[in-house]
């Protein structure tokens, strides 16, 4: 999408959402496991207290425009509360899904990929 850079933070986090809980039911499928018990481990992946600590692990690598993308969706209003997780999560997590968000629309597969990719291999460790 040309113009990904100007949609609304909401909108970006809405496709992020979804991508990101792609990839990590893309990596979960290289694991040979009951299909409930790859729920249950997407689960514990895909959840506002695991993508903040998402976040920080990549936080070194971002970019300043990736940051500012970030940031936008982190500080951008919601209309939910976190249910298991802080405030402070829950936007975190929503940052991290603008950020997924805009990467996948910008057609910037292969950042996306490799920002994934470090993530993965850090929650690897505890699959």
């Known amino acids: 999408m040309e113009k990904a850079q100007q949609l609304n933070p909401a909108t970006l986090a809405f496709m992020g959402d979804a991508v990101y809980g792609l990839l990590v039911r893309q990596k979960l499928c290289e694991i040979s496991r009951p299909s409930g ?23 070194p690598m971002l970019s300043e425009n990736e940051l500012a993308v970030f940031k936008r969706g982190r500080n951008a209003h919601t209309s939910s509360t976190p249910k298991n997780s802080t405030n ?40």
């Open 37 to 59: 018990e790859l729920h249950s481990r997407s689960v514990k992946l895909v959840n506002a207290t695991a993508q903040a600590k998402s976040f920080k692990i990549i936080e």
């Open 88 to 127: 402070g999560e829950y936007h975190t997590a929503t940052g991290l899904e603008t950020l997924f968000g805009f990467l996948y629309l910008d057609k910037q597969f292969e950042r996306m990929n490799e920002l994934f990719s470090v993530i993965w291999n850090d929650f690897s460790d505890n699959i």
